[in-house]
């Protein structure tokens, strides 16, 4: 099977196989990277690199014959001066990754090339047309140069490495490996590129392919030193094995592989324009469930959509979607159907008020201010007749903050001591436990006016300000740490719907909307407490957060099918890969 047929005879399992993306790094969120493509690629390009993507032609130079005239003219250039007499290397036959065809051979890197050799560049050598390359300019992966900056634009400082139109630039820093361009014309770059001349007969475009190669790319990532910034060395480089082939096949593989990675990019925009299609499709129709005047619209516009589900919800991301939309429609009340029986929201809410002068009374609180009158244009969006407006301070008995940071130092921390709850330790409405986070008994009574009772929820207010968790039985005693508010609330409120409320798109952009701080960002006390809430009566909150379970549910159940999906796509896009190379 030629390498064109091995691409389109599994294109559904090429565009197929996506596998989400890292949550860290700025902009990744529900991101998804096309392993299957990504793959294919890697494909390509060990199929290029081990002879088996075009067929040899008889007349062609054998490699062994090539490396020779390769050594005979670092000899010449060595006695002409124009070379630093290379240094010995050990013989490549030594060792030898895989097979290669019989007129290839395996060759150092250092053998025929000028790897480590580089001249400088200083500020007042260049002009102000001067090509400066910089790691940014490149794109990972694809190496394809992003932009072109000249000295005039990017004055520079300190020296950068000088390169010739027709060198290979190698960046050598580990995260960027795979960053490999052909220079088009001469320039200066950082001294994290390293500027590779190819001897006679080796051309620069196959040398790319070898140094892109998969094989290399493991090479380098072994053999790389330093903690910090981690980088390829030079001797261990030149050390380096890469296949040599005869001069006229290298044009041909350059040219093949130049011809498969265009399809390779058209199949990745085809897949990208698909993903972007469905995703405007299923945020289109979502939008509808979200529009829904009532839980009955709502209930007639859910069976359409559940028609379609198979098609609709086939990524995590839609999946996602899907589920803040049901969190959305939760808290604006189309989720259930308004029960007659049930007593107004105003009525929980005097409920709440009055409660809580009876607290202050009793000095377990602040006097409360009188009820927030809210007008229409304060209101989010419609909720229910039966609901009441108002601002969370109104909803909430209590809103207090955790100590200050100076309060605990680093020698009041102690293994398995009284715990105390940062937003780290909140994750998905619950509080997961860190022995190393708590301080001692004696400690713990300095801050017990920062103690945690059962129904209390705890609510991040840096960070991801608005990421909560309930107080259990278990967590009662426990200490609020810095960097979180402690939130209470009225026994009849259901501190489940509060979750589900600090769930939502709506409050989280108004959190994060009012919130300060570049690097990390810093909910103000006072944001929260205007913060304006549709509260349903204490009974609708009960069946709210009921159909929300069950919907999670099933969107969970979803997910899961997808995930098992998407693993075994991979696999198979890893198996053909296997059985190609093999």
Not at 193 to 210: D, E, M
Not at 509 to 530: C, R
Request: charged residues 25%; hydrophobic residues 35%.
């Amino acid at each position: 099977m030629s390498a064109r047929e091995l691409i389109t005879e599994h294109l559904d399992l090429w565009s197929g196989a996506v596998t989400k993306k890292s949550s860290s790094g700025r902009g990744s969120k529900g991101k998804v990277e096309l392993t299957g493509v990504k793959k294919l690629r890697e494909l390509i390009l060990e199929l290029a690199l081990s002879g088996r993507l075009v067929k040899p032609e008889p007349d062609d130079e054998s490699a062994h014959r090539l490396l020779s005239r390769i050594e005979a003219e670092k000899s010449r250039l060595a006695a002409h001066g124009l070379i630093k007499k290379p240094k010995k290397l050990p013989e490549a036959s030594d060792s030898q990754p895989y097979s290669l065809p019989p007129h290839w051979c395996w060759v150092r890197l250092g053998h025929v090339t000028n790897y480590g050799t580089t001249d400088k560049a200083e500020p007042d050598q260049v002009a102000e047309n001067t090509w400066v390359l910089e790691l940014e300019d490149i794109e990972k992966e694809s190496s394809k140069l992003l932009s072109k900056v000249r000295y005039m634009e990017r004055q520079f400082k300190s020296s950068k490495n000088r390169f010739e139109r027709g060198d290979v630039l190698y960046g050598k820093l580990r995260p960027y490996l795979d960053k490999v361009v052909v220079a088009d014309e001469s320039g200066v770059c950082t001294t994290e590129i390293i500027p590779i001349h190819s001897y006679l007969g080796l051309l620069p475009g196959f040398l790319r392919l070898a140094l892109k190669s998969p094989g290399f790319k493991r090479y380098a990532n072994a053999s790389t030193h330093g903690m910090n910034l981690p980088r390829l060395g030079t001797d261990k480089a030149r050390l380096a094995m890469i296949p040599l082939a005869p001069e006229q096949e290298q044009h041909r593989i350059v040219q093949k592989v130049d011809e498969l990675m265009a399809l390779c990019d058209r199949l990745e925009q085809q897949t990208s324009d698909q993903l972007e299609a469905h995703e405007t499709l299923v945020d289109t129709l979502l939008g509808t469930l979200a529009q829904s005047e009532n839980a009955t619209e709502l209930a007639d516009n859910w069976v359409r959509l559940a028609a379609h589900f198979d098609t609709l919800f086939t990524t995590e991301q839609s999946i996602e979607k899907l589920k803040q939309t049901i969190l959305q429609l939760a808290v604006m009340g189309r989720l259930v159907e308004q029960d007659a029986g049930d007593e107004p929201a105003i009525d929980l809410l005097t409920q709440i008020h009055t409660r809580k002068i009876a607290l202050a009374g009793d000095r377990r609180i602040k006097q409360p201010k009188p009820l927030t009158q809210l007008d229409d244009t304060q209101h989010s969006y419609t909720a229910p007749a039966h609901w009441a407006w108002a601002s969370f301070q109104d909803v909430a008995d209590e809103i207090s903050t955790g100590p200050f940071g100076s309060m605990i130092h680093k020698h009041d921390y102690v293994e398995g001591g009284i715990p105390l709850i940062n937003p780290s330790h909140m994750v998905n409405g619950s509080i997961n436990e860190d022995p190393s986070v708590s301080v001692s008994p004696p400690k713990a009574e300095e801050l017990s006016s920062y103690k945690l009772a059962k129904g209390d929820i705890v609510m991040a207010r840096r960070g991801e300000v608005g990421r909560c968790a309930v107080v259990t039985d278990r967590e009662s005693g426990w200490l609020c740490g810095t960097g979180s508010f402690v939130l209470r609330f009225h026994p009849a409120m259901n501190r489940r719907f509060i979750l589900l409320l600090f769930s939502t798109d709506t409050v989280r952009d108004y959190l994060t909307g009012n919130s300060v701080g570049t690097t990390m960002t810093n909910l103000n006390h006072g944001i929260l407490k205007k913060m304006p809430v549709a509260l349903p009566p204490a009974e609708e909150q009960h069946r709210i957060v009921q159909k929300v379970d069950e919907l999670m549910a099933l969107c969970d159940q979803l997910k899961e099918r997808l995930n098992q999906a998407s693993e075994t796509r991979c696999q198979l896009a890893e198996a053909v890969v296997q059985e190609a190379v093999s």
